[in-house]
């Protein structure tokens, strides 16, 4: 006879939870935290409240859960599932939630043997750096320097690490001088469940800033193109009127008749 094998009440009271955040939330965001230390972890969290309830469950918990789950579509979100992840519960738009988590990223120092997410470049300038054994350490890395005022200054730019390689140990010690920081910390977005269209959203990485500078610069060409085409609306009318003075200004000197003077012979 085989023996049944006991599950825990932690694990079957973790499960029924989760199981009833999947039913009840309309948003599930799925979000990586590899990397992310303990204390950043907690402030992040703390930050959350109110917004998300933030559970790091073990996979075969959460594929539990998913499977206990009323919503079948659900189930998608196992392939997300990484090695390091947490699963947000919220009720905030999929999107929203997901920049509030950007938001609260913050720049890291690099460690050796880490693959670089993008070029890591040296800019040329001062630095506050004195003459001495950073001389050998940035030259060894091919960075060209001289002394201005006592203080080494970069005489050109130059890529350490080129975006997908490894970071060499040297490489860590210069970024650390001068305190360069090419990593971002933070919960990382990697795909969310919405309940109301049960569809599941993967491109959650947005930087409104440059969203938000994209949106103003269409703006201003279409609407430079509507005012060129005569489409009047609330936005295109006040420029339309200006440039109608403008030209009826301009044909004014091919249009006027100059008067004749009092006495003068025709």
Do not use: W
Not at 74 to 86: I, P, Q, R, T
Not at 151 to 168: L, P, Q, V, W, Y
Not at 203 to 219: P, Q
């Amino acid at each position: 006879m085989v023996a049944k094998k006991h599950v825990s009440e932690v694990k079957v009271k973790a499960v029924k939870e989760m199981t009833n955040l999947f039913d009840t939330s309309k948003t599930i965001l799925v979000a990586s935290i590899k990397n992310i230390p303990s204390s950043q972890y907690q402030e992040i969290g703390k930050k959350l409240r109110g917004k998300a309830v933030v559970k790091v469950p073990k996979k075969k918990l959460a594929y539990l859960a998913i499977d206990s789950s009323k919503k079948t579509e659900l189930k998608a979100l196992k392939d997300k599932l990484g090695d390091s992840f947490a699963l947000l519960f919220s009720n905030l738009d999929a999107y929203d939630l997901a920049a509030d988590l950007l938001k609260n990223r913050s720049p890291a120092k690099a460690k050796a043997g880490q693959i670089a997410p993008e070029d890591i470049e040296i800019q040329a300038g001062p630095t506050d750096l004195v003459p001495g054994p950073a001389i050998s350490e940035l030259g060894a890395l091919g960075i060209q320097i001289m002394i201005q005022g006592g203080k080494i200054e970069i005489k050109a730019n130059k890529i350490i690490t080129k975006k997908g390689d490894k970071i060499s140990e040297k490489a860590c010690d210069v970024m650390s001088k001068l305190g360069i920081k090419p990593f971002t910390i933070g919960f990382n977005p990697v795909c969310a469940f919405d309940a109301t269209s049960n569809t599941i959203y993967t491109e959650l990485n947005i930087d409104s800033d440059a969203t938000v500078a994209e949106m103003k610069n269409l703006y201003g060409k279409a609407l430079a193109f509507a005012v060129a085409i005569g489409y009047s609306s609330k936005d295109t009318i006040k420029f339309m009127l200006s440039k109608a003075y403008m030209q009826g200004k301009a044909l004014e000197k091919f249009t006027h008749t100059p008067e004749t003077k009092t006495g003068e012979e025709n």
